[in-house]
């Protein structure tokens, strides 16, 4: 079945640092791929998603690219703030449209 | 914008009773789904739910569950007997069509079963 592995958590860095956050997929077919963000006491917000291999996904400066040959699509930024500080989960969706979700890694950004 | 809201916000209840989780996905959607997340775990997937019938349905979703779509804005999660390790965050979602298509998630309702 469809699976995904996230980079575990918590990460703490300071503002203005550069942002990774690993993310491989195991599924059949052509899943698309997403990220999703989880800020304090909100439900999940779709940060950027790629549909199809090669495809860059953008939003806010964050940045990830859907690598078949590596099944990876890992989240980064430049340049994180303070206000990224939340949970980031990374999520594929294959042919049954469910999503699968990684287990969430836990940004925190220190001024 | 529009968005998927969920009430209520957080429910208490007594294991052996029945909850119904409520959710208004967004108007123009048509597919709908559940998920949940147990506290330092992973959202789940449960259900899906198209042209007022269940698609798919994850090994969680036993007997226990059902799902519904009362009207033509609602669609509502039961747990018939709840149980201790219920407890979770539920979050509906809805999109309009195909597979690529955004899933859009509501807030959630906190579930804990007592």
């Known amino acids: 079945g469809n699976s995904v592995t996230q980079m575990e958590g918590p990460v703490t860095l300071s503002e203005e640092a550069f942002l990774t956050i690993n993310c491989t997929y195991t599924a059949t077919g052509y899943p698309s791929l997403f990220w999703y963000v989880q800020y304090p006491g909100e439900g999940l917000q779709l940060l950027l998603k790629?549909?199809?291999?090669?495809d860059k996904g953008s939003n806010k400066g964050f940045e990830a690219t859907y690598r078949k040959e590596t099944t990876s699509f890992h989240l980064e930024k430049g340049s994180v703030q303070v206000s990224d500080s939340a949970v980031y989960f990374c999520?594929?969706?294959?042919?049954?449209?469910?999503?699968?979700f990684g287990s969430g890694t836990q940004l925190t950004v220190l001024p | 914008e529009p968005e998927v809201t969920q009430t209520p916000s957080h429910q208490v209840t007594q294991m052996g009773q029945e909850v119904i989780l409520r959710c208004v996905p967004i108007s123009n959607h048509l597919y709908f789904y559940w998920y949940r997340q147990i506290l330092g775990q992973k959202v789940e997937f449960l259900v899906s739910f198209y042209n007022n019938e269940i698609s798919e349905k994850s090994e969680i979703f036993d007997d226990q569950f059902s799902v519904e779509r009362p009207d033509g804005s609602n669609f509502t999660l039961k747990i018939r007997s709840t149980k201790l390790e219920d407890s979770a965050m539920y979050f509906c979602a809805s999109t309009r069509q195909t597979s690529t298509d955004t899933q859009y998630f509501g807030p959630g309702t906190r579930l804990t079963v007592l």
């Open positions: 999520a594929l969706s294959g042919s049954a449209r469910q999503l699968t």
């Open positions: 790629a549909t199809k291999a090669d």
